[in-house]
Structures are given as C-alpha cells and as structure tokens.
C-alpha cells in the first residue's frame, strides 16, 4: 500500500531528547524560562550571537553571575538522554521504507549543537540536520520551514512535522506540512507514526496471527486478570473466519487450538503468575459459607447433549464454582462456527426449542440454563433472536416476547448506561446492528429502525478502544452516512498499538462484581472490519 508521506522532521529535545528538568541546579525553573523568552535567546538560536555573549545578557536580566547561567545551559544539555523507544521506531521505520527521508530541525545553539552530537542518535540515518544556529534561523520563523521544505524537495503535504511546541506545530501545519504535537497526551509517538506511515490492516492482520491462540480477554483491575473464554473467542471467528487464531472448549470437552504447553495458562494468571485471585483464593476458587473450606472443584457444565456452551473455558473465576451453559455463547457459537463444524453439534433446532422453554414470567428467554440463576439480560435477548432468524425460525411464536422486549429497549434506549453484563451501550447497538443487517424479516428490520437514530446520538461520545469499534461496525451495519462517523475512525486509527493490535478497552463484565472485561484481539478484529468496510473489500 503507497502512503503519501515521503519525509520525517524531528525535534531535537523533548521529541528524539529528554531532559531532566531536576538536573539544572543552577538557575530556579522560573528563571530558566524568563531567558528562553528573550530576544537574546532567540539571538543564541539564531547563532547571531556566542553562548558567552549571550550569558553576560542572561546575567545582566537575572542578577546572577554569567558563569552560573552558563553552567545551567550546560546542565541541561548534559541531562538530555535518548528518546529510545522513539529511535527504535525510526529505525524499523527506516528499515522498511528505506526510500522515506528523515531530518532534525532543532532549536539549538552551534555549542550546544556540539554536544549533542556525542549522544547514542542514529545520525546515520538522518538525510540532513537542520540546526538553528547553523542555518540562521530558528522555529516557528516560516523561512526557517521553507528552507527545510525547499532542501528536502519533498511537498509540505508529503512531510510530517514532529514537535513538542505548539507554535512550531501552528507554523508548520500553516504551510500545508502534517504536524504532530509530542505532550503528555500523546500515548506513543512511535505508534502514531506507524499508523500514518504502515498499512494499519497489514499490521492488524499481523498481529492477530502472531498471537495466534492467545487472544485473551483481561477483566480490569490493579493487576490485569486473564480470563480464557469462549465467547469473545466466538465473536473474533465470526469477524475472521479464521478457526486459527483461536481457542475453544467445546461443550463436549473437546479443546480447540489449545496446545499442550498452552494448558497451563488457566483463567486467572496474568503474566504467568496467580494474580486472579478472586476474594483471596486461586483460579477462582470459593469458600463453603456453611464450613468456611475451601471448594477445590471449580467446574463449567452443560447438557443437551453436549449442545449448550459454557462462556469459560478454565475453570471459572470472579463467580460461583460451578457455572452453567449460557445462551449468550451457544447463540454466538451457532452463529459463528461454520457448516463443516456445527455438522458436529446436536441439531440447531434442539437447542431452539430449549431456548424457547427457557423464559422468565414474562416470557422472556433468559440467559442462562440454570433455574437457579434467573436472568435476562438485552443483550443476550438479541443474540437468541439472531440465531433464531439465521436458521428460518424468526417467526417462531415463542420469539414474540422477547422481540418485543429488545424492540422496546432499543427505542427507550434502556441500555444507555450498560447494565449488569454489558459495561457500555455500543454492545446491545452492536448486536442489534448485526440482528437488522442479517434478519430476513423486514417487519422486523422496520421494528429496529431506532437504531440508527441511537448510534447517531453516540457519535463522538467518548469511549474506550473496544466499544469504538463496536460503534463503527454497527454504523457501517446500518448504513450511516460515513461522513457523520468520520472523526470517530480517525481516533480508532489513532488508538492501533505499535505492535499493530488495538487496546483491550471492555464491552461486558462479571455480573456478580461488576469487573469489566476487554479483548486486544476481539478488538483488533473488529477494527479491521471496520477498516475493510471503508476500503470496500469486506
């Protein structure tokens, strides 16, 4: 894929150099900025003027002997320390576009200039330095970026400018330059260069197969806890089609993409080590309340025949000992595993007619196939109904209560604020984005029509990586306008790691504590839908 960028300007300190503000002793911070603010200052950057010259002004404006300024000058050169993560990225940046150009442009007196010239910078790689007091001229002057412009015989719409001052940045973007402004906001500079400068779907795509089988999802907390299940693993099949880059407990025990050595990474160990410890005690394990010992016998179940999936694939955690099979995951998993596997399941219609048998007083189904766990969540509610309009049941008489109760939370917008296992409203517009998009029904695609009028509403709402994509597939789904989402795709472009996978972010939780749960590769998944959507190659 051709980007249009062909050069990188860099700054010298605060972009490819730190500095150690506590190592200039000499002169109080206030004092510091007071000279930089002078004339004589920008004189010293001009190279109009000697770094001795300049310290007798600095001196005389400050009350303070030009020797101590000087040794401030000098201390704060003498703290400056590689950027190395950022010259890594530079050099296998380089190493894969080796054509792309790379120039300094700093503010920097000829001494100083001279000094930093010592330190571990791939100068090597650098097509030309530009430094202020060699060349005349310092930032934000606009002959200064002409100059460069005018050097480097690439466009102003072919470079990207990066700079820790804002003035800088305003001055370069006035010339039609990219500029990225390098602050305490900015997650990863590197990161973001890759985004403008690699394929983000190549990457992607990248990513997902390097972690192939490990694409965990992690409930939130102090220390991150890994949580292996089956449904986000479900979810990332039905986005790829790719049965390779994930694992599975099928209801019948079976493991899929689980190898021997992968065994041992059970649900609750972050990092190889037993941090999901849920109220004390390992992998979930809980205390009898009638005898206070310990139960040693966490377990998932199922039945029907071995039709029903459970949600964990471990044993699990953050919740009883013993769970039950769901109908959130054994919907996702007959919506998403191909023909060649459900051939292997019971009957699709088998588990159907339990669905339908499996409803609250109000005739709802219910989420899990366990009377004693009485629970009917939205979510969920349009999962069954996706299953049942996949596999011709739609009309089925005892879908009728439960349409009506998605029907109604989608136009009251009941699910604004999550609820006990969804942590954020994208993940019922998503699921019910996905029931328009794929039902055969238009009574009920017309049932649904709220949603685009929901999605809209949250548009530019901040959110959290997962739940971004989760919003630009289902506007996709439904066919808003991309104009209208496009601020939306540049911050979910923005938010790809360096290692070409997406954040975690969360779109559902444990119920019984609320911990929500995010999935770098069910995220990375979506994100790449998303962005073949708009490439129109989905």
């Known amino acids: 894929m051709a980007f249009k960028f062909k050069a990188l300007v860099f700054d010298l300190g605060g972009v490819l150099l730190d500095w150690d503000r506590h190592g200039v002793t000499a002169l109080f911070p206030n004092q510091f900025l007071t000279i930089m603010n002078t004339t004589t200052w920008h004189s010293l950057d001009r190279g109009n003027v000697t770094l001795k010259e300049a310290c007798k002004d600095f001196g005389l404006l400050l009350g303070a002997d030009p020797s101590v300024v000087e040794t401030a ?16 990225t530079i050099r296998d940046i380089k190493a894969a576009q080796p054509d792309l150009k790379i120039y300094v442009m700093s503010n920097i007196s000829r001494e100083h200039f001279e000094m930093v010239q010592c330190l571990d910078l791939p100068w090597s790689i650098f097509d030309k330095t530009f430094a202020s007091g060699a060349e005349g001229m310092r930032k934000p002057d606009l002959c200064f970026f002409q100059h460069v412009i005018k050097e480097s015989g690439v466009l102003p719409s ?11 940045i305003c001055a370069a973007r006035s010339l039609g330059m990219h500029a990225i402004l390098v602050d305490k906001s900015l997650p990863s500079v590197g990161g973001l260069l890759r985004n403008l400068l690699q394929d983000p779907l190549e990457r992607a795509e990248a990513f997902l197969k390097a972690n192939a089988g490990t694409h965990d999802c992690v409930v939130e907390g102090p220390q991150e806890i890994i949580l292996k299940d089956n449904f986000a693993q479900l979810m990332i099949w039905e986005l790829t089609g790719d049965e390779d880059i994930v694992y599975l407990k099928w209801p019948d025990g079976r493991m899929h993409g689980i190898n021997t050595s992968e065994k041992g990474r059970v649900n609750g160990h972050a990092n190889g080590l037993p941090n999901g410890h849920a109220n004390g005690l390992p992998n979930g394990l809980k205390t009898d309340q009638s005898n206070g010992q310990v139960d040693s016998t966490p377990c998932t179940t199922s039945d029907i025949k071995n039709g029903l999936w459970n949600y964990f694939v471990s044993a699990p955690i953050l919740t009883t000992r013993s769970f039950p099979p769901d109908a959130d995951t054994t919907s996702t998993a007959y ?5 060649s596997h459900l051939a292997s399941l019971p009957s699709v219609h088998l588990i159907l007619d339990r669905m339908t048998a499996n409803v609250d007083l109000d005739g709802i189904m219910q989420t899990y196939f366990d009377p004693t766990r009485p629970r009917t ?17 739609g009309a089925d008489p ?30 019922f517009l998503y699921f019910v ?8 029904s238009a009574s009920l695609r017309k049932r649904l029509g709220g949603i685009r009028a929901q999605l809209q509403e ?59 749960i995010g999935n770098r590769g069910l995220c990375t998944a979506l994100a790449i839908r998303v962005l073949k959507e708009e490439k129109g190659v989905v």
């Open 73 to 88: 000058l000098d201390q704060a050169q003498l703290s400056l320390r590689p950027n190395i993560p950022l010259v890594q």
């Open 158 to 168: 072919e470079m990207i400018m990066i700079d820790d001052t804002d003035e800088n």
């Open 335 to 339: 919506l998403s595993l191909p023909a």
């Open 377 to 393: 969540t939205p979510e969920v509610c349009v999962n069954i109904l996706r299953v049942f309009n996949k596999f011709g049941r």
């Open 398 to 427: 005892g879908t009728k209560r439960t349409e009506d109760y998605v029907v109604d939370c989608l136009h009251y917008n009941a699910c604004r604020d999550g609820n006990r296992h969804y942590s954020t409203p994208e993940s």
């Open 433 to 440: 984005a996905r029931l328009y998009m794929e039902t055969p």
């Open 458 to 516: 949250r548009i530019n709402v901040p959110t959290n990586a997962l739940a971004l994509a989760l919003r630009l597939f289902a506007c996709q789904a439904v066919g808003i306008e991309k104009g209208l989402y496009r601020r939306d795709l540049e911050t979910l472009i923005a938010a790809q790691e360096e290692d070409g996978g997406w954040p975690a972010g969360h779109f559902c939780c444990i119920g019984r504590t609320g911990k929500r």
